[in-house]
């Protein structure tokens, strides 16, 4: 069954006598036990049965059994947000002494969380150069235990070869966690990337496509081997990681309608894309759709059928603009659009804009990026001329061309 109809099409079964299509939403903090022997008997870890509200309702191994279904995987484990999902894989996987490999162009936090807590419990990290997978294996050492994937990268959007890097992690024998929020489930497989070929752990921020609300914040973590599942959730339990059947419900309500808006994000990022692409402001465009973006190549490679067609590249593009104008002038161009709002995030209706100052986002050098200011736009579900009505109002009258 295809991924998109299998999250409408699920063996959920109703109550007796309702066969309503949608899930029932259970919420629980207790779970009576029958009795002492069941209560003893009771294991938290087996989904045979239940145990208490943090260790899932029905409502949650429901969510749990479609985004297994979406990303192709067996098991998983929800929390509190995107980065909670980050941070479930890196305790878990992590000690004293260890080492842990992110992309120098990873979501922000993810780095943080790495010059933070782990750095303060004696774990070291290095960034390595997603591009250019030697880098990646050369760095890759005896301590080294988990390397964290990401595709495309956060902001500059660069695609890297993302079947070559999990090649070099199974060759060394070494964990890799994919953070898989802009792929989505939708894009590409990850645990199915060529024969035989995947990531060890699939994280996803639901907060930002399978939410698509721009209301609810969650985290999912999926994997395909039931011992690195129990790792993952044993560190899940000890940290009291949980979610709300609210916002579980709020999201099995808004992952039927995913595939549709997924590809109505891209096809208007795709759209918007290329009308900056022919303004005489803007020197380079972000967006692995996008010929001659950093990795097209292999974006082309991974997110497009065998057989032809279009693919598929998420909402998500940025600009470089001409490094004539000044980063307030390009904070100005930010505050005079109307419909895109300065706002973090991406997924939801609304479309959004952040202008970003990478010198202190990047430790390595980006020769591929051209010299200017970034600005990345998340484009909601508004009507594309509209959007491209406010882009150029604000193009015009705060970065006229030369
Ligand atoms: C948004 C995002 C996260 C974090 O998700 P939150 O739910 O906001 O914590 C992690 N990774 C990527 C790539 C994201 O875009």
Known sequence: MDATTGLIHHPYQ????????????????TVIFANTAAMRARDWRSRSGYTYGLHGTPTTFTLEERLCHLEGGQQCLLVPSGLAAIANVSLSLLRSGDEVLIPDNAYGPNKALAEGELA?????????????????????GPRTRLVWLEVPGSVTLEFPDLPALVRICRDKGVLCALDNTWGAGLAFRPFELAPGLGVD?????????????????????ITRDKALHQRLKATHMRLGLGVGGNDVETVLRSLPSMALRYRAHDEAARA???????????VQVLHPAWPGSPGHEHWQALCTPAGGGQGLAAGLFSVVFDARFSPAQV????????LFKLGYSWGGPMSLVVPYDLRSMRQRPTPHLLPGTVVRFSVGLESV??????????????????
């Open 331 to 338: 904070d100005a161009f930010c505050d005079a659009l109307r």
């Open 14 to 29: 109703p109550p007796e006598g309702f066969a309503a299509p949608q899930p029932a939403v259970h919420k629980a903090s």
């Open 120 to 140: 303060a419990w004696g774990i070291s990290h290095q960034f390595y150069d997603p591009l250019e997978p030697a880098d990646l294996a050369a760095r890759i």
């Open 201 to 221: 752990i699939s994280a996803q921020a639901l907060t930002k496509y399978p939410s698509g609300g721009g209301d609810v914040l969650m985290g999912s973590v």
């Open 385 to 402: 001329d509209d959007l491209r009505r406010d882009l150029a109002q604000a193009l015009g009258s705060q970065l006229p061309p030369a």
């Open 272 to 282: 918007l894309a290329a009308w900056c692409a022919a303004r005489p402001q803007v």
